[in-house]
Structure formats: C-alpha cells, structure tokens
C-alpha cells in the first residue's frame, strides 16, 4: 500500500533548489502501467540511496530513500524522484530517467508542497 511520505521533503529547506520529477503510472497512450506495484519496485531497487551517501547492509531496504518515494497523487501510482539524487548518483538518476523513457511513462516536473493541514501556522 501506498502511503503519503511528504514529510521527507519536508526536511529540504525551502530555498532549496532542487525540484522533483514525477514519474507517473500512466503510459503516453493514456493506459495504466504494469503491474501495479511498479512504484514500490522501483523506489525500492533506489531505497539505499540516502543523504550521507550509498546506504549497505541488511538495514538498507527498510525504507525508501527520501530521494525516491512512491505515492499515490489523484488516485495516480507515482515515484516523486528528488533532483538531488542527479548530483547524488548520476547513474542512479539516469537509471529512473531512463526506466520511465524505456516504459514511455508520463513525467512532470514539479515541487510536491505539504497539504494544509501539515504546514506551520502563520503568525
């Protein structure tokens, strides 16, 4: 299951200069992509992609990299991909580049913004 991992992004400072790319679960022909866990697969294989660099070991797996997340946007499977991880890893960047081209998936860029309801109170 797909949770909402905005959080992660909320650790960037908002001066950041970073955006992300959504990869989203719908082909250029406007069908559903294949299987259905593809997000989770794919933030997955990137999991050991963390800040501080290239995570190794047994505890490398239990969580996604905040670099590449899956969520679920409109009812849309999506991997949201930092552009942090193209200074990161470039082969890690062009690998998720590369496997939404190859699967000729939709891709927008954007910067996902905190829901309301989790953003400071203004005073």
Known sequence: ???NHRSFFLEMPISSPYREVFIQG???DGKAFRPSDWAERLAGVMSCFRP???QAGRAAHLGYSPYC???L???VRCVVVNEALREI???AWDFVMNFARDNRLQVAEAC???DADDRP???
Do not use: K, R
């Open 89 to 91: 890893e470039p082969m």
């Open 52 to 54: 501080g660099g290239v």
């Open 73 to 75: 946007i409109n009812g």
């Open 121 to 123: 109170a203004s005073s």
């Open 69 to 71: 997340v899956p969520n």
């Open 112 to 114: 996902l913004l905190p």
């Open 26 to 28: 719908i082909t250029l």
């Open 1 to 3: 299951m797909v949770t």
